[in-house]
């Protein structure tokens, strides 16, 4: 999020030019801790689906006598990783 976005936001939200000018620092500091904790909490959702998707894979070869486990496709788990990677085709 760059300078311009932090002040658009700002005043969408509210604040009046003299306000923005006056808390440019705090706002600043604000979005970037948002986006930090954004990023985290997708990483951690990634890591997750990733994890999720290794043990999938993992059941699938083990995929006994050809018996379908209701699980989902190993295609539609790889487009759910990419998806939370933002890869989107």
Known sequence: MNREDVIRIALEVGFYDGEVDKCQLMLERFAYLVAQQERERINAN?????R????YREVREWDFCGYDH???SPE???RE????RG???
Do not use: M, T
Not at 46 to 50: M, N, Q
Not at 52 to 55: L, S, V
Not at 81 to 84: G, I, K, L, S
């Open 76 to 78: 539609s788990v790889d």
């Open 81 to 84: 990783v990419d998806n939370a």
């Open 70 to 72: 209701g699980l989902i």
């Open 87 to 89: 890869n989107h085709d």
């Open 52 to 55: 999720d998707a290794a043990r």
């Open 46 to 50: 990634i890591k997750e689906l990733e």
